[in-house]
């Protein structure tokens, strides 16, 4: 069973700087896919950043230049390195897997992030 576990969230003013980073276990195969969408209250989820096994990356448009995401294929885990953080990047972010051997897409459970002004 495939378990995605979120970390490094918390709490920053404007300007600071998060690193997120997502563990995934229970797979032996390197994943297509991962990222991170995130969901603010009474917004649709979104994505903010994905990169695919070839670590070729791409960005939402309000975090692209402040966000970076990177990978690690063999410990499958991926990261989301935060800077200038602004309120408005406030929101539950949640880890994804995409898996093209499976045909899966695994979840974390969220981590919350909030940015005073």
């Known amino acids: 069973q495939v378990q995605l576990v979120e970390s490094g969230g918390g709490l920053g003013q404007a300007g600071d700087s998060l690193r997120l980073s997502c563990a995934a276990s229970g797979a032996s195969y390197r994943f297509f896919l991962m990222g991170w969408y995130r969901q603010a209250p009474g917004k649709q989820r979104e994505l903010v950043a994905q990169v695919n096994a070839g670590r070729v990356a791409n960005y939402a448009d309000s975090v692209k230049g402040r966000f970076n995401i990177y990978r690690d294929n063999d410990k499958n885990t991926v990261h989301l390195q935060m800077d200038s953080l602004k309120p408005e990047d406030t929101a539950v972010y949640y880890c994804?897997?995409?898996?093209?051997?499976?045909?899966?897409?695994?979840w974390g459970q969220g981590t919350q992030v909030t940015v005073s002004s």
């Open positions: 994804y897997a995409q898996s093209s051997y499976s045909g899966s897409t695994f």
